[in-house]
């Protein structure tokens, strides 16, 4: 199959530049030290790869990702990320075999762990983000409430989310400071192998954090784009031009084929002047029948938006890939 | 089932306000005045309340919207307001009895309808929105070259998109007329029984069109909500409040739960301070377990999350509907 047979609007990965960046990064953060998110992607396809480099353990942000993963022979250590009340399609998955660890943060997640039947669990710690997580300071009693409870500590995860998208590196690489130390402290109380922090944006200066989480340095997008990472745009939305005007052109992928919390998507050829929800208005018009590679302005929420993904090599699709941990 | 024993995040819809919605536009609009817009909820279930309140005929923005109203029994009269350059797929419906007209702004699109076997079209005008359409003056020789290649041309849509949401009531009527007008125009140059055209916004002001395309009217957003419109808020996102901190507390449904591109949702009773792929974080702090009724700033790329919406009557859940428009 051609890359212009595709039906369009779709996904696209270019291989190359996947391998590449997974390569890069399995160099930077071998084996353990890097714990892919799969929220990013949330493909198992994906997911492979990231383990044919050597990663074994996984950040899931969802239930869904948890089971879609297990389902894919991808469970040998999960870290679901985020609190949940309800740990019991978590705890199914450890009575078949997987090795899941939730993160906890109150003395309702720890209860949701154990009626769930999930064994394993970090303390998750708020380190400036304005979200989940409890003080750095409290990290210490939750770990002896969960050991208490029966619960086996791993040790903490802290997500420097404030941090990973700075533009300015040595800002990142000083806020990242600040983040990582209240993390550190949290641990020395907790105690446990597992300090688990880190995105793309700071993967290479989050040395505190022994394994990172980042999930976008596979795909990427214009927001981490724009960091002056080492790694390249790998995946595109494809639009048709179906539509052609005097002063502009209209392809075929809008709001529902584009996370838009970031903004517009790039077109790689041209300036994006708005989206509708089936649509891409841009700049110089083109030729109806023509194709628009367009960049994803956040990588996450456009994945979500996709049935599959279309692997290709040059002008041939080598592969489809199902987004297979879609929903929750 | 209890609202309180929906998995979270979830999609909800209040029954009673959805009826009230679609019998205020039946009323305004009966029968074939309204042409409803499935891509603002993408729902067959919701379409077949449309339909038994009058509605015979539906607009689809996507030739799956198409397939998906004809799979279920509603295919009498589609309207896919959209070009597309492969129709063969619509064929495929015509050929197995469904009415499907496509829009067509140029020759190729023209050529589409012919090679995919599609008889009937509408001449897409372009009336101010910088998307789709011709211009009001080429109308009329599209027309010519439509008929020409043997499709019959039912007549013009042309939406007034840049107008739709206006928060000035006058100047949202003034300029409705100022599209309308090219729209009669051009009609006036091709013939045919349609002049379909409108949204939820200009619905009550748009006497010009002999067909509205309103959609968003059933469900509403905070967009739609600010224009003083006769429609209430009936669809919510719930989310469960997972984490617990001094000044903020953090529901489970984030980016991948609402379209963004008209900002973040509104909490039905408090801030929402910013989203994250899974999160929403917000004022004032409430306690882990409690839920949080969120409103989606747009309901289109919203509803194309979710694989399925939740209609309830006060604390109970009356019906599951799949969101089963979703995709292309």
Known sequence: MLVADIDTPAMLIDAAALDENIATMAEALPGARLRPHVKAHKCTGLARRQ???????????TIRECEGMVAAGLGEDLLLANEVLDARRLGNLVAAGARVTLAVDSAETIDAAVAGGVPEVVIDVNVGLPRCGCSPQDAGRLADLARGHGLSVRGVMGYEGHVVGLP?????????????EMLVAAHADVGGELVSAGGTGTYALNTWANEIQ????ALMDTAYGCLGLPFRQSAFVLATVVSRSDGWAVGNAGLKAFGMDHGNPELTDGTVLFCSDEHV????????????????????????????????SGDTVVDVWPIDLRGW
């Open 168 to 180: 300015d590196a040595t800002e990142r690489a000083e806020q990242c400071k600040i983040a990582m």
């Open 51 to 61: 383990a044919a480099a050597g990663h074994r353990g996984f950040t899931c942000a």
């Open 214 to 217: 980042a999930g976008s340095y």
């Open 281 to 312: 208005t841009f700049m110089p018009p083109r030729s109806v029948g023509e194709l628009a590679w367009l960049v994803p302005a956040h990588i996450d929420p456009t994945m979500a938006l996709h049935e599959r993904v279309y692997l290709f």
